[in-house]
């Protein structure tokens, strides 16, 4: 859950900071921090799978997987 929450902090950050840039976000170097933490919603492993393993592992819930 810790993966998952800084994965999500990270994205959350660089969003922020990508509009705070406006259109010129696009030209400059901020764009490829945007896409690093995009790369943490999928690597090491996504956070789609970490939710899923959760959800899998507490009683009474259905498995996804
Ligand atoms: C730049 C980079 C560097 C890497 N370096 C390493 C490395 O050094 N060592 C290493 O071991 N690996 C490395 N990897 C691999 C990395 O661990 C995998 O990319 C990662 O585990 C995701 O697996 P996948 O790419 O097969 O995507 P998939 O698991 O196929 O996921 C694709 C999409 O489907 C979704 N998804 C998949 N299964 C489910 C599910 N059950 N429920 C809901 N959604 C699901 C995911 O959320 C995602 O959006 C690297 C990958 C990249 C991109």
Redesign the pocket.
């Known amino acids: 859950m810790a993966r998952c929450l800084t994965a999500k902090a990270g994205w959350e950050a660089a969003d922020a900071c990508l509009r705070f840039h406006g259109g010129f976000g696009c030209d400059y170097d901020v764009e490829r921090k945007f896409r690093e933490t995009w790369?943490y919603q999928?690597?090491?492993?996504?956070?789609?799978?970490i939710l899923?393993y959760v959800a899998g592992h507490i009683p009474g819930l259905p498995r996804?997987?």
């Open positions: 790369l999928v690597a090491p492993i996504s956070t789609n799978l899923s996804s997987y």
